[in-house]
């Protein structure tokens, strides 16, 4: 079996909030959508990187996921988030901190997702 892409889908109550975090926080684009639909909907993507975030109330309530980006510039990230977004910050993990397994964290959340930022 060979795989190209893993596009994991993020359930929010209001979509609107999906929005905040991933595109106007972690600058993803916005590659097609679907916002004034009956079940709103679009497709994010930064990087070769995509998500897909859906407006609905009953999945929300049931799924609240949690995503690892990594990448070789934590600092720089951290410093930009946390002066432009700081109400983002999760506080069990507010500041890149050196993890027993190696890696720097810190970790980001709103009211339906948790990512954490990831250098090795």
Known sequence: MNFAKLIP????IDIKDGLKLFVDCLEFNMEYEELKSKNP???LEKNQL???LFENKELA???NPEFRLVTHS???IYKKVSS???EFLHPN???VTLRPWG???FALRDNQVCIIIQQW
């Not at 889908?9 to 929010?12: E, I, Q, S």
């Open 41 to 43: 909907f679009c497709v």
């Open 84 to 86: 432009s977004h700081p």
């Open 9 to 12: 889908n993020a359930y929010y």
């Open 103 to 105: 890696a720097k964290e």
């Open 61 to 63: 309530k049931e799924h």
């Open 50 to 52: 995509q998500l897909y």
């Open 93 to 95: 993990l507010n500041k």
């Open 74 to 76: 934590i600092d720089e």
